[in-house]
T-cell receptor, first 117, second 115 residues
């Protein structure tokens, strides 16, 4: 069963608009980690953020911000004032500390963000 | 100053052939991984190695055999290639020991096309 759901397949915005990417996860573990990766058209996977399950503080890094809510099992990602260079596929991923899942990054299906000038 | 590198970047081959993909990391990490990204961009782990020891071995056909000559290298050998093996294969590494939840840093990927 899919443990990470990214319901939005593609989001199209015009430059300078904000865009929010949803990520809902499923786990029975109390200790787990959530990640976001960016895959630009060039194909590489770029690490953006890692959060542990005990830290629900929102995080901001430049135009990027993340909202982690354990109550709704969500770890959403917002790009403020989007730019063309933000066009990419964004993946949310879960890493659980349970023995049989340890070390595995379990990815969502990804959300394609298209930013047009 | 490349952190995780893979060779080749592109690999086009005929069905039935045997091929290898090489991965090297210069981050001093202890754990390395192989992931497969299919045509729908879904990413799934295949293997992980910690200091040359196989840790994770997902449900992968035994035509796929990883080999780690040292902790900085993890190669993937594929025998008797099939059309369904066409995908992008990513190598990754992380600093922690076996069974770690540390951040994984990915290589640029190898696009394998089987004709």
């Amino acid at each position: 069963a899919q443990k990470v759901t990214q319901a939005q397949t593609e989001i199209s915005v015009v430059e300078k608009e904000d865009v929010t990417l949803d990520c809902v996860y499923e786990t029975r573990d109390t200790t787990y980690y959530l990640f976001w990766y960016k895959q630009p058209p060039s194909g590489e996977l770029v690490f953006l953020i890692r959060r542990n399950s005990f830290d629900e503080q929102n995080e901001i890094s430049g135009r990027y911000s993340w909202n982690f809510q354990k109550s709704t099992s969500s770890f959403n990602f917002t790009i403020t004032a989007s730019q063309v260079v933000d066009s990419a596929v964004y993946f949310c991923a879960l890493s659980e500390a349970a023995t049989d899942s340890w070390g595995k990054l379990q990815f969502g299906a990804g959300t394609q963000v298209v930013v047009t000038p | 100053d490349t952190a995780v590198s893979q060779t080749p970047k592109y690999l086009v081959t005929q069905m039935g052939n045997d091929k290898s993909i090489k991965c090297e990391q210069n981050l001093g990490h202890d754990t390395m991984y192989w992931y497969k990204q299919d045509s729908k961009k879904f990413l799934k782990i295949m293997f992980s190695y910690n200091n040359k020891e196989l840790i994770i071995n997902e449900t992968v056909p035994n035509r796929f055999s990883p080999k780690s000559p040292d902790k900085a290298h993890l190669n993937l050998h594929i025998n008797s290639l099939e059309l369904g093996d066409s995908a992008v294969y990513f190598c990754a590494s992380s600093p922690g020991g076996a069974r770690t939840t540390d951040t994984q840093y990915f290589g640029p990927g190898t696009r394998l096309t089987v004709l």
